[in-house]
């Protein structure tokens, strides 16, 4: 469902709360229990592509009649504010449309909707927000082969991160084409982002490699994997100077 329309949403709708204090109780729902909710937003140059991230309410305002989200994994792209966000409640399988009135990186403040829309348990599946992973399905399309590396690290910043921070994340499997890191959250990286990796398996990597996010892919539940591409060979053979 590329755009969402309300129609395409009427297919998947089994009802919907329009009674302020069940909205408000749905809120206060996922705020106590620090559900992880989904969050998309249609981009404005192309409709059919969007961006994603998970959050977590923060703050539901009963006085002020206003929530707020924390989104995750934002260090590459904002949220517009004055068009629709999409939430979405996994476990109350629970929708509202909202335009944000105040938007920064770290939180997201909406005013309480009027209407929240319960959807089939299929609605997330159907969204396609990611993809399951299948090692027979997806092989043919690599240049290498991949070997498992369970318990290894790997070091990588985000080439747009405006902060170039670095983080360790955990090998999944790795070529010499290229790798695979396992992460909570699918948000956390975009297909064709853009990476800088410095170590590999504990081993520095003088001068860090290029890299490309090319998929993003469930394992298991709350367990994803992001596969890149290097643009070069992390342990081909460096000439000295002189």
């Keep these: 469902m590329d755009k969402l329309s309300k129609a395409q949403r009427g ?12 909205i ?27 961006e994603t991230s998970n959050g977590l309410i923060k703050k539901v305002d009963q006085i002020k009649n206003q929530f707020e ?12 504010s ?8 996994e476990k109350q399988r629970a929708l509202i449309e909202a335009s944000p009135y105040q938007n920064n990186f770290n939180l997201i403040s909406f005013n309480i909707p ?16 990611t993809e399951k992973e299948d090692e027979l399905k997806n092989i043919h399309q690599r240049e290498m082969p991949r070997l498992q590396a369970k318990g290894q690290q790997l070091t990588l910043k985000k080439a747009t ?6 983080y ?16 909570s ?43 890149f591409k290097f643009d070069s060979h992390p342990y081909q053979e460096r000439k000295e100077n002189g």
């Design 11 to 22: 297919q998947f709708k089994t009802d919907e709360i329009s009674d302020h204090f069940e």
């Design 24 to 50: 408000i109780k749905t809120l206060q729902v996922a705020l106590k229990s620090k559900e992880r909710i989904w969050m998309w937003q249609f981009k404005l140059i192309d409709p059919s592509e969007r």
């Design 69 to 80: 989200v924390h989104p995750f994994g934002q260090s590459d792209f904002f949220f517009e």
């Design 82 to 89: 004055q068009r629709s966000i999409f939430l979405f409640f």
């Design 114 to 129: 009027k209407l929240i829309e319960l959807m089939r348990e299929d609605f997330l599946e159907e969204l396609q927000l």
């Design 161 to 166: 991160d405006p902060y170039r921070k670095s």
């Design 168 to 183: 360790q994340y955990q090998l999944y499997d790795m070529s010499s084409g290229g790798a695979g890191i396992l992460v």
């Design 185 to 227: 959250s699918p948000t956390e990286f975009q297909t064709g982002q853009k990476l800088i990796i410095s170590s590999i398996a504990q081993k520095p990597l003088e001068p860090a490699i290029k890299a490309e996010v090319m998929s993003v892919r469930e394992l298991e539940k709350n367990s994803y994997k992001v596969g």
